[in-house]
């Protein structure tokens, strides 16, 4: 495939090089008809802008960056696909990089995408302090924050109501007649999980139940470690008939050790999750869960980010609404 040069576009266009380059860059000095000469040329040659070039001349790199937790996950990797449409759209690129749990990776991810001169950044911090983010957004002006609110960057988050699907989740359980629901929280670390035990213990309170410390158990949101944590939670000898799993890899681990314990689920014990992600329709019994709108949050991060950029108002959804979806892993008891 032969590279056509910004010199034949000006020779089939019969204007200068300098002229060719303004025209592409939208300079307002370009004379109409030279600019029609131009791009004509451009598309009869097939000639594709060199795009560092452009990114000289409009002091913009067409691109955006974003910092998730991890770069595989049926949590963000639709996150950063639904992200990437939208910004790909735009003719833009989408950098990505991972903090991996670990607050100096988070700020080196940072860092390097801030060398990168990305236009815009798109940030889900685990690690990272309110003032730390505060401190970023004002050198960082296009800059949207995941999954948690900062009130002093209000116009910036987009967040899920974890403590209303936490709530939903274990309010359904006590719905149909479950007194001792037992909770298996993510890395406490995370205000995901935290959010979620409080919609938990929020539920409880509703129902009149006293909170007891030996129904509830902390694991975490990948598959580390969670099977041994779910043997811990039942060999209490706490009476437990139904578990919230605050997410849908722990409800996974819950429904191993059920197995391996001769219990059905759905049966002898009642089982919720958290995300809806695709498996939960497939595995036997059908999961109840509650749907986290990633779709939705990379969506609308991508839209909020490249207005941001373009200094434009978008009116950007900036708390999603979890919902219950009741499948057949619940059942009622008197």
Known sequence: MTLITIKEVSDLAQVSQATVSRAINGHPTVKESNKLKVFEAIKKLGYKPNSFAQALASNRSNSIGMLVGTLDGPFFGPLMHNAENIIRQKNMHLIVTSGQESRTKE????????????????????????????????????????????????????CIDNELGGYLATKYLLENGHTKVGCITGQMSKIDSRDRFQGYRNALAEFSIPYDTNLVIEGRFDHQGNHEVVRRLLSRDNGITAIFCENDNIALAAYDICNEKNLSVGDDISIVGFDNDTYSQHIRPRLSTVNFPVVDMGLEAAHAVLAMIDKKSYPFKKRLVPELVIRDSVKKIK
Request: hydrophobic share 40%.
């Open 107 to 158: 700020v080196d991810s940072i860092a390097f995408l801030q060398s990168k001169q990305v236009d815009g950044m798109i940030i889900h911090s685990d690690k990272l302090t309110d003032q730390e983010l505060i401190t970023i957004a004002q050198k960082n002006p296009a800059m949207v924050i995941l999954n948690r609110y900062i009130p002093e960057l209000d116009k910036q988050c987009i």
